[in-house]
Each structure stands twice: as structure tokens, then as C-alpha cells.
T-cell receptor
Framework: DAGVTQSPTHLIKTRGQHVTLRCSPI?????VSWYQQVLGQGPQFIFQ???????GRGNFPDRFSARQFPNYSSELNVNALLLGDSALYLC????????????FGQGTRLTVV | AQKVTQAQTEISVVEKEDVTLDCVYE???????LFWYKQPPSGELVFLIR??????QNEISGRYSWNFQKSTSSFNFTITASQVVDSAVYFC???????????FGAGTRLTVKP
């Protein structure tokens, strides 16, 4: 079975631009979460979606948004990119239920110049 | 508020040594969940273990073992007879009940030298 897949793997954007990151969960997983991992730090929670509904949001500005599609895949959108948005963006999927273990993809490395 | 502290930033050991990675957490909830993840250079976080706050039994899985002590708010991870392939960054994480925000520690970089 395929694990969590994310695309693209690497991305370079200019300040002020917009970016869309994509994630496909493990088959059968209906919950998708997004995390931002700045170099040298632990991942920080951005969003969780379940059945296309937002179930949780971390302390991130409104420039960050996400959505989940009927096939449970998800997109993370970031507008008006800042240099500080440069990070590894990780997507995780999990089975329904609270506090279940999350399975992560390999991430998208975003560099803002 | 939930918080996870991994005081050891980097640890270096020689192959076959035992090594313990420390994790201390803070939470006001009585129901919570603790996790350990491994992040190899490829970047993907690999799930290792999940424990709930009502299960203080220590767990052993092959060379890995976990010591959960509520009295000291710690959930430490020991690798016995370490191997080069164990080299990675290890993260401890906490999730409070009915809260989808998994809070990670800053991670401990483990280097196992041959």
C-alpha cells in the first residue's frame, strides 16, 4: 500500500507569491493534517481536516488555508509568501478518531527567496 | 497549555552502546497521548509508539523500549545496542484529548558511529 504522498518535493518561490502544496493520504484514512517544520525545530501544527471539514487550526496567520477533497486528498495554500515561510511542510494522515497516530509523507521543501 | 521538552539537542554514541532519549511534557489534561517519531535524513517522520495517559506500563519492541512515568511527566526512549541505522532525529510529541494539535518537542539528533 502506498504511504502518504506529497507534491512537489521541492519548490522555490519569490516573496509575495502564492503556493499550493498537495497531499494524498493513505488509502482508508479520512483525516489529513498539515505541519510546518522550520530547520532545526520540531513540526508545528497548521491544520487538520476530516471529511472535508476543518477540525483544528494552529497558530498561523490567515495567509495559510487548506481544504480537503471528496477523495480525502488535501491542499495547503499559502498567500503572500514571506522569507520566514521557508520550511519543510509535512502532511500526515490518520484513521478516524481523536488522537490516533499520524503517518507522515516525506514533505515539501519550500524555499522563499 | 501543552508543552514538550527534549533537553538533549544532540547525542553521539558508538555502535552497540545503549542510549536514552529524554522527553518531559506539560499538560493540564488528565487524558492525553504521547508519541515518539523518528526522522531520518529523508525527512519523513516515522511513527514509533503511541501511549495514552492511563497506561503507564513500559513497552519493549525489539531494541526499543519506552519508560512512561506520570509522576515525573516523562516519557523516555531507550535504544539498546544501537546501530548506525538508528542515526536520525527523534521527536517526542503530546496530544491532549479531543485536541487535534499534536505538540512536538524540538527533537534530539542521535548519531551512532561505527
Amino acid at each position: 500500500d502506498a504511504g502518504v504522498t506529497q507534491s512537489p518535493t521541492h519548490l522555490i518561490k519569490t516573496r509575495g507569491q502564492h503556493v499550493t502544496l498537495r497531499c494524498s493520504p493513505i488509502s482508508g484514512h479520512k483525516s489529513v493534517s498539515w505541519y510546518q517544520q522550520v530547520l532545526g525545530q520540531g513540526p508545528q501544527f497548521i491544520f487538520q481536516y476530516y471529511e472535508k471539514e476543518e477540525r483544528g487550526r494552529g497558530n498561523f496567520p490567515d495567509r495559510f488555508s487548506a481544504r480537503q477533497f471528496p477523495n480525502y486528498s488535501s491542499e495547503l495554500n499559502v498567500n503572500a509568501l514571506l522569507l520566514g515561510d521557508s520550511a519543510l511542510y509535512l502532511c500526515a494522515s490518520s484513521l478516524p478518531g481523536m488522537n490516533t497516530e499520524a503517518f507522515f509523507g516525506q514533505g515539501t521543501r519550500l524555499t522563499v527567496v | 497549555a501543552q508543552k514538550v521538552t527534549q533537553a538533549q539537542t544532540e547525542i553521539s554514541v558508538v555502535e552497540k552502546e545503549d542510549v536514552t532519549l529524554d522527553c518531559v511534557y506539560e499538560t493540564r489534561d488528565t487524558t492525553y497521548y504521547l508519541f515518539w517519531y523518528k526522522q531520518p535524513p529523508s525527512g519523513e517522520l516515522v511513527f514509533l509508539i503511541r501511549r495514552n495517559s492511563f497506561d503507564e506500563q513500559n513497552e519493549i519492541s525489539g531494541r526499543y523500549s519506552w519508560n512512561f512515568q506520570k509522576s515525573t511527566s516523562s516519557f523516555n526512549f531507550t535504544i539498546t545496542a544501537s546501530q548506525v541505522v538508528d542515526s536520525a532525529v527523534y521527536f517526542c510529541a503530546l496530544s491532549e484529548a479531543n485536541n487535534n494539535d499534536m505538540r512536538f518537542g524540538a527533537g534530539t539528533r542521535l548519531t551512532v558511529k561505527p
